[in-house]
């Protein structure tokens, strides 16, 4: 909030936030400062110093490292320096990263980000500024390996804000494409309700599945707003006052498992009134998840032609 406090307006996001911390944090915050002027310990400009920061931030994110050891650090650091063939010294760069745009303070005997957020959104950037073959790859190892990449969520919010073709293109559309596919979804009728299986616990809590039987590429991924809405609906459908929500989940196994689990399909519970209701609500959040696909197809379409 300091560093903003000249600004007429507060950033609106967190990425409008971090879009311009490094270069906020290295410099303009000693223009407030007469006389005095920052220097690099590692004498690289801004840019290159971001940079390095961008993937060392990457590499890091990607073995799950918050918390560095000095050595750590500078090994990662090194590979950095050496890929992006910069000359520099690997101690005065994380000197920089510590004492300068302090992002990365001393921590101890370690040396730690000074917001995860901040690990997340600079390796947004980094993968941001990539070919788009490595884009593709990224993305579809996301959606291939989810329970690997698992905590990559925050760092595909910032990529939806600041590539939204490359997150549309091979993220998005691939994710509603699946979707679509799996529960047969048309513009006439879906196969959303039918998978839909619902448990009714001892202390009045209801635990709901969309069934989603031996398909896990992105399923687990994300559920798109509008299926969630369907299956959200159930909920309301099926509140007792005394009910409680319990859990909403993807489920990528047997339908066995789930029924001597206890589960039975939410069709064969509900009264037709209900299961009309939940079949009209199913239907025309499908129709927006079509319009959407739609809608985001023309933007990718509209965005190569402009290229």
Same mark, same amino acid.
């Not at 909030?1 to 270069?23: D, G, H, V």
């Not at 950095?80 to 520099?88: F, G, P, T």
């Not at 921590?107 to 957020?117: I, Q």
């Given at each position: *909030?300091?560093?903003y406090?000249a600004?007429?307006?507060?950033p609106?996001?967190?990425?409008?936030?971090?879009?311009?911390i490094?270069?906020?944090?290295?410099t303009?915050?000693?223009?407030?400062?007469?006389?005095?002027?920052?220097?690099?310990?590692?004498?690289?400009?801004?840019?290159?110093?971001?940079?390095?920061?961008?993937?060392?931030?990457?590499?890091?994110?990607?073995?799950?490292?918050?918390?560095?050891?000095y050595?750590? #650090?500078i090994?990662l650091?090194?590979?950095?320096?050496?890929?992006k063939n +910069?000359k520099?010294?690997?101690?005065?760069?994380l000197?920089?990263?510590?004492?300068?745009?302090c992002?990365?303070?001393?921590d !101890?005997?370690?040396?730690?980000?000074?917001h995860?957020?901040?690990?997340?959104? &600079?390796? $947004?950037? &980094?993968?941001?500024?990539?070919s788009?073959?490595? /884009?593709?790859r990224?993305?579809?190892?996301?959606?291939?390996?989810f329970?690997v990449?698992?905590? *990559?969520?925050?760092?595909?919010? &910032?990529?939806?804000?600041g590539?939204r073709?490359?997150y549309?293109?091979f993220?998005y559309i691939?994710l509603l494409e699946?979707? +679509?596919?799996?529960?047969?979804?048309n513009e006439y009728?879906?196969k959303?309700?039918?998978?839909?299986? *619902?448990?009714?616990? !001892?202390?009045?809590?209801?635990?709901?599945?969309?069934? #989603?039987?031996?398909? +896990?590429?992105v399923?687990?991924?994300?559920?798109?707003?509008?299926?969630?809405?369907?299956?959200?609906? #159930?909920?309301?459908?099926?509140?007792? /006052?005394k009910?409680?929500?319990q859990?909403?989940?993807?489920?990528? $196994?047997?339908?066995e498992?789930? /029924?001597?689990?206890?589960?039975?399909?939410?069709?064969?519970?509900?009264?037709e009134?209900?299961?009309n209701l *939940?079949?009209?609500? #199913?239907?025309?959040e499908? $129709?927006?998840?079509?319009?959407?696909?739609k809608?985001?197809?023309?933007?990718v379409?509209?965005?190569e032609?402009?290229?």
């Amino acid at each position: *909030m300091t560093i903003y406090r000249a600004s007429s307006e507060l950033p609106k996001t967190q990425s409008e936030f971090y879009k311009n911390i490094f270069s906020i944090l290295s410099t303009r915050h000693d223009k407030t400062k007469p006389g005095y002027k920052r220097e690099f310990n590692s004498n690289l400009g801004e840019t290159k110093l971001q940079e390095i920061f961008e993937y060392f931030c990457f590499k890091s994110f990607k073995k799950d490292e918050l918390i560095l050891s000095y050595p750590r #650090a500078i090994e990662l650091i090194d590979v950095c320096i050496k890929s992006k063939n +910069i000359k520099a010294e690997a101690e005065n760069v994380l000197q920089d990263f510590s004492k300068v745009v302090c992002l990365l303070p001393v921590d !101890g005997l370690n040396y730690t980000f000074v917001h995860k957020s901040i690990q997340e959104y &600079f390796c $947004a950037s &980094f993968i941001i500024k990539k070919s788009e073959s490595f /884009k593709k790859r990224f993305y579809g190892d996301y959606l291939n390996n989810f329970m690997v990449f698992s905590n *990559m969520k925050t760092v595909i919010d &910032f990529l939806k804000d600041g590539d939204r073709y490359s997150y549309n293109n091979f993220y998005y559309i691939p994710l509603l494409e699946e979707y +679509i596919r799996v529960f047969d979804i048309n513009e006439y009728s879906n196969k959303v309700v039918e998978n839909i299986l *619902m448990k009714i616990h !001892g202390d009045n809590k209801i635990s709901i599945k969309l069934l #989603a039987e031996n398909n +896990i590429r992105v399923l687990i991924v994300n559920i798109p707003k509008e299926i969630n809405n369907i299956v959200c609906y #159930a909920f309301e459908l099926l509140d007792h /006052k005394k009910s409680y929500l319990q859990g909403v989940g993807l489920h990528n $196994a047997s339908v066995e498992g789930l /029924k001597k689990d206890g589960y039975v399909y939410l069709k064969d519970y509900l009264n037709e009134c209900q299961l009309n209701l *939940m079949n009209n609500k #199913a239907e025309n959040e499908c $129709a927006k998840l079509l319009d959407l696909y739609k809608e985001i197809k023309r933007y990718v379409s509209l965005e190569e032609d402009y290229e």
